[in-house]
């Protein structure tokens, strides 16, 4: 059976795939996004534990502040004032406590510079050095700013390593473990990671950090609300499992029922591995299937979420990453995520009782490997074969673990637990189709970068990607992809006067 056509089919209601309908249907096109869940927004979708709402994902997001990037995309979009926020404190939106030491990352580049000096009062000036080193990085990428610009701008920072950025601002080992004290946003190694993607989120958090209050979920339902607003749709439960190319370009998406999706253009918001497994053509040669197929992707997480009995645990306007060893790149590099010795620590505040967390969630990394023994197993609302009494021992004993250790730094909680449930690499790659549960995609690395960088377009002229697996992953990365999508059908320099011109 086929559909009528549209003008666009995009594949997967994850943000990457929500922001580029939504950008793409004020634009007049007629959109129809395609979702294997029965939950929309990927990353951003919630879920009810003790009667509360939990993020799966996304704590927290940069760059929100009024003029900032992502303020304007949204403002543009006519959702900012729609959305729920929460700024985190100005003068700490993460404290990094390495061993017992604490440290607070502030909002705002001279509050930043300023609050970190106390605790390293002989390296102001490399501080300093170190934050006009991240300006200078997010200038030389025009679209962060909503600008256009050359491609060649950016081309002279992209091969800077984190390590070697440090080595040259001259930071001691100390002030390095705090600026990346909260590398879990971009989860890469020190010596591999490209510098940019540190300063590109980082700075985001510095500019305007914010959290959902009512879930990120909100982010997606408004975005969906865009596309329906404009004539276009959002439809659930319908997994792609292929795509048809004939005579050059890409004729149907085929769903899980057998029926076929019918468009002039196709975006997929799959990760790219995803998207050419699926992909049924010759003009992609098994050279390049292969070359895709096997770049390496970065690390997965365990999120435990904890319920808390009310009036007990003091709510931090913050969040905070607690690292054992004075090594924040410990769990990393020796994959230990059985007993892994980092923890971000995210706090929901309790909506009756001002004051109190209702809510904590902790997210460690964890390798997809630590679960490989229910690999054969799948889990998500519709259906669950993960009913395995083992692989409920494991989540337990790899909860009492986080918990035995973050008492340490929060230690109202040992009286305060109501219930807890907790996310693996299994569950991340059930509900996302995300490979091995990878908490960001394909791994980005100073030797690898070409070989792992996607554009929008593809081979084949009317088959396009989106998504975290483009450009930078993160809230604010992914939405700027949507401009670069969208631009793809009506040019860069018009998408961004008109971003800019939104009143
Ligand atoms: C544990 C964790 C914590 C994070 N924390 C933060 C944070 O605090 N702040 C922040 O900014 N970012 C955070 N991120 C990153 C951020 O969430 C992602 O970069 C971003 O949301 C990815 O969006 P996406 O659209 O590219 O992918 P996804 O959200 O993965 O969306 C892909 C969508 O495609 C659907 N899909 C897959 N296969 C098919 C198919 N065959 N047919 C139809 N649909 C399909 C999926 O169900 C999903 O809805 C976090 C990520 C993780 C994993």
């Not at 219930?419 to 690499?425: E, G, N």
Request: hydrophobic share 35%; net charge neutral; with cysteine.
């Amino acid at each position: 059976m086929s559909k009528n056509s549209k003008d666009i089919i995009i594949i997967g209601a994850g943000l990457g795939g929500l922001i580029t309908g939504a950008l793409l249907s004020k634009e007049g096109f007629k959109v129809e996004v395609l979702e294997k869940n029965k939950q929309i927004g990927g990353c951003l979708q919630g879920f009810a534990l003790d009667g509360k709402l939990f993020e799966s994902a996304v704590h927290y997001v940069g760059s929100l502040s009024p003029n900032q990037t992502l303020y304007k995309i949204f403002k543009y979009l006519g959702i900012i004032d729609q959305l729920d926020l929460q700024a985190l404190d100005a003068g700490c939106f993460d404290k990094i406590v390495i061993q017992d030491e604490e440290f607070e990352l502030a909002q705002g580049h001279e509050n930043f510079i300023e609050s970190l000096s106390i605790k390293f009062p002989t390296q102001y000036q490399i501080i300093r050095n170190y934050v006009d080193g991240i300006n200078h990085v997010c200038k030389r990428f025009p679209l962060y700013n909503i600008q256009h610009g050359s491609e060649g701008e950016k081309q002279k920072v992209l091969s800077q390593a984190l390590q070697e950025m440090f080595i040259q601002f001259g930071a001691d080992d100390k002030l390095q473990q705090v600026l990346t004290g909260n590398n879990m946003l971009y989860a890469g190694s020190l010596e591999q990671n490209p510098f940019y993607i540190h300063a590109l989120i980082q700075n985001s958090y510095i500019e305007g950090s914010y959290k959902f209050k009512n879930g990120s979920a909100q982010l997606a339902n408004l975005l969906r609300n865009v596309i329906q607003q404009q004539g276009g749709k959002v439809k659930r439960n319908t997994e792609i499992k292929k795509l048809v190319e004939i005579d050059g370009k890409i004729q149907h998406a085929i769903d899980q029922h057998g029926e076929r999706h019918e468009a002039s253009h196709f975006i997929s918001n799959l990760h790219p591995q995803v998207t050419y497994a699926i992909l049924d053509s010759k003009l992609i040669r098994p050279i390049a299937r292969k070359r895709i197929a096997t770049l390496p992707n970065t690390i997965s997480s365990f999120l435990l979420n904890i319920s808390l009995k009310p009036g007990i645990v003091p709510y931090r306007n913050h969040n905070i990453y607690y690292h054992l060893h004075n090594n924040t790149w410990h769990d990393i590099t020796s994959k230990a995520t059985l007993q892994p010795g980092s923890f971000g620590i995210f706090f929901t505040e309790d909506k009756t009782l001002a004051g109190f967390a209702t809510s904590i969630s902790v997210l460690t990394y964890m390798d997809a490997s630590a679960t490989a023994l229910w690999d054969n197993s799948f889990h998500t609302t519709g259906l669950n074969t993960r009913l395995d009494r083992e692989y409920l021992e494991f989540k337990e004993t790899q909860s009492a673990y986080i918990l035995s250790k973050i008492k340490d730094i929060i230690p109202e909680i040992q009286n305060a637990i109501s219930q807890t449930d907790a996310c693996t690499p299994l569950s991340y790659r059930d509900y996302l189709h995300s490979p091995g549960g990878s908490m960001y995609g394909i791994q980005k690395e100073i030797q690898t970068l070409s070989q792992s960088s996607f554009a929008t377009r593809t081979k084949i002229p009317n088959l396009y990607l989106t998504g975290q697996n483009i450009n930078l992953h993160g809230v604010l990365g992914v939405c700027i992809t949507g401009i670069l999508n969208t631009s793809d059908f009506c040019g860069l320099e018009y998408m961004v006067n008109k971003i800019n011109s939104a009143q």
